[in-house]
């Protein structure tokens, strides 16, 4: 037990938190004297104290002479401690003695390892301290995740030592230690003191419900988990990026007041600020790592982090390490918790639903949700703040948790097996569901799944899901392949014109490597067709007359006509509009020759367009109104108004 500050090398775990080794003897003599008795304290002795009440509840006042007490123990905020603002104000309307509301003066922070909730707690209890809402300050550090964590009797002593409770006068474990604990400190709440309680680095309620101080006292507790029950509850978020390349500039001219290289490439230190994380810990590992190269350019390390195998690798200084302190959060999961943190890492995009995290698991949905949460309990993920029902994990974690796959997979034939099977069912899950969810896409009168309600709900879940869709198109040939014609009417219909494109190269590719000749056709009109939204018109000619020529050797008479019919919008495009004439004629034959209304509907339209360039106006005007009826007959309203703008346009 450590009470007045804190061991902030997250590579010592295992090691002894500094209290002599007779002291733990102490306290396991202790501890054993108390399971004997079973806290039953009848014939022994406290030397010069007395019992207050009555009945199974004791409360021990003690009375001796004044001995030396530890009420400043609160170091100073480590140098660079920047931005917090609001969450400075938050703690702080929580400790103001003259707040309003009831409740006890406790705030509860809690956030992932290395985002600086110590600093946070540290310079709080300053403000407070400046504000003289405190008359002292206790600091203990429940070492929540090393091997062996403090126990709540142990931190009571700690705490009462500091109080000036000589050992010799202290209960046993037990009740009876906890209510001498409430006493010193309502004794001090009547002599005018109010006394702020640091319970830092805590992991479990256990540690802290019984240190929590009566009366107006204060008290702020740390952990990584979120502490529900003690008191008001504030998560610690990484950085501003601004504030975060003033921590790294403060870091590296607290060892260097002349070390220029901040203000020398600003935009490198965004950069390097960017690979930290924008958190804390990272930054101050970062600067020490400057600081033992001075002549080291922010770029360079910047490169370094960016281009190493890991990026946990260039985040430990050879006393902290991002990667350790991940560890321990990690050994204080359950297995299955463990196992699902490691099976995340293979969802290829930011973000994932809980249906989508429980088919790459293999568990039932409830039992996955609740893992989820527990993994957000841990601040090892987070819910994402605009969509309810969908996870994220910040991009350190990200790396650690490819780590941690990496290492199972590694371990033997059967554990890679269970792994690839995992990919593999969560990218079936998200083409099987573009799939169903384009068809709601389709024009009216062709068959819809029933997967989803209707377009809204299918517009919806693309919307939610489509950069875990792009980032699974990349996953394997197949995928990209499956994926193109799946998203193709979404992402033209949302405008994401990029994505369509890089989509559609994906596919062609795929073809490639897949000898996949069939599809081939498909994926090059589809690609001109991406390629012509974004004004590539020679590009998208170029596809069209190739997925044309395709179709041909292939004999697919509706393929054909739909690849004339985009050649004619492109040629259009191009100011070519003889040629987009007979393109576009071409493609209404070859419609009515398959029986193809709503595509024959479509040829019409794009026909009257051309022939209203070539100033053809009544020509246009009926292949307008052809186009209406057709459409109006397949029950494809978007296409019937279209038509009817179109009409309005060749009547003028």
């Known amino acids: 037990m450590v009470v007045g500050g804190k061991n902030n090398s997250a590579k010592r775990k295992g090691k002894k938190s500094g209290k002599p080794q007779r002291d733990q003897a102490r306290a396991a003599e202790a501890a054993e004297a108390a ?8 014939g022994s002795k406290f030397a010069h104290s007395q019992v207050l009440g009555h009945g199974t509840m004791n409360t021990y006042l003690q009375q001796y002479a004044p001995v030396p007490t530890a009420l400043d123990a609160l170091p100073p905020p480590p140098v660079g401690f920047t931005g917090r603002e609001d969450d400075l104000a938050y703690i702080l309307g929580v400790l103001d003695p003259d707040r309003t509301g009831e409740g006890p003066a406790v705030a509860v922070l809690s956030g992932w390892g290395g985002v600086g909730k110590t600093t946070l707690a540290y310079a709080a209890g300053h403000a407070a301290q400046k504000r003289d809402w405190f008359t002292g300050v206790l600091l203990v550090d429940l070492h929540g995740y090393d091997p062996r964590p403090a126990q709540a009797e142990e931190a009571l002593e700690a705490l009462l030592r500091s109080l000036g409770v000589p ?21 001090r709440q009547e002599k005018g003191e109010r006394l702020l309680v640091v319970a830092d680095n805590a992991s479990a309620i256990a540690q802290v419900q019984p240190l929590v101080p009566p009366g107006h006292h204060g008290m702020l507790v740390t952990s990584r988990h979120r502490l529900t029950g003690l008191g008001r509850m504030r998560t610690v978020n990484r950085l501003q990026p601004e504030d975060a ?10 060892n260097d007041p002349d070390d220029p290289r901040v203000g020398q490439d600003p935009e490198a230190a965004e950069r390097l600020a960017s690979a930290c994380g924008y958190l804390p810990l990272a930054l101050q590992i970062t600067a020490a790592l400057l600081a033992q190269d001075p002549g080291q350019p922010l770029s360079e390390r910047a490169d370094a982090l960016g281009g190493t195998e890991s990026v946990l690798d260039g985040l430990d200084d050879g006393e902290r390490s991002l990667r350790t302190m991940f ?4 050994e204080r999961l359950t297995p299955q918790e463990q196992d699902l943190f490691r099976l995340l890492a293979l969802n290829p995009g930011p973000n994932i639903s809980t249906p989508a995290a429980a088919v790459l698991a293999d568990q039932p949905q409830p039992a996955t949700e609740r893992l989820l949460a527990r993994l957000a309990a841990s601040h090892l993920i987070e819910r994402t703040p605009a969509v309810r029902g969908r996870w994220q994990m910040h991009d350190l974690l990200r790396a650690y948790a490819h780590e941690q796959a ?51 709900q299918a517009l919806e879940w693309f919307d939610a899901e489509r950069e875990n869709l792009m980032a699974t198109a990349h996953t394997t040939p197949q995928a990209g392949l499956s994926l193109s014609f799946a998203l193709g009417s979404y992402l033209q219909w949302r405008r994401h014109l990029q994505d369509n494109v890089v989509v559609n190269a994906l596919a062609l590719d795929a073809c490639t490597k897949l000898k996949d000749n069939l599809n081939r056709a498909g994926a090059w009109n589809n690609l001109g067709s991406a390629l012509k ?13 190739t997925a044309r020529d395709l179709h041909q050797q292939t004999r697919n008479t509706n393929g ?38 709503h595509g024959e509907a479509g040829a019409w339209n794009n026909l009257g367009t051309t022939l209203q360039e070539l100033r053809r106006f009544d020509d246009a005007l009926h292949a307008h109104q052809t186009a209406r009826d057709l459409h109006h007959q397949t029950g494809d309203t978007h296409g019937d108004t279209n038509a009817r703008k179109h009409i309005g346009t060749a009547l003028k």
Do not use: C
């Open 35 to 42: 399971e004997a008795a079973e806290n039953d304290y009848r």
């Open 167 to 187: 050992h010799e006068h202290l209960p046993p474990p037990g009740a009876g230690r906890e209510a001498l604990y409430r006493s010193q400190l309502n004794a």
């Open 245 to 254: 390349v003033a921590l790294l500039e403060a870091a590296l001219k607290n």
């Open 327 to 330: 560890d321990q959060s990690l």
């Open 406 to 456: 990496t290492a199972a997979m590694d371990r033997g034939r059967a554990p890679r097996r269970r792994y690839d099977q995992a990919r593999d069912r969560l990218i079936h899950h998200y083409i099987q569901h573009a799939q169903a969810a384009n068809t709601h896409l389709d024009p009216p009168g062709r068959p819809v799944s029933a997967r989803f309600t209707d377009r809204d």
């Open 533 to 545: 939204e974004l004004r590539r018109f020679d590009d998208a000619l170029h596809a069209h007359q």
């Open 560 to 597: 054909e006509a739909t690849a004339w019919n985009n050649l004619g919008n492109a040629l259009q495009n191009l100011r070519r509009f003889d040629d987009s004439l007979h393109a576009l004629e071409t493609a209404r034959d070859l419609y009515q020759q398959t029986g193809d209304t």
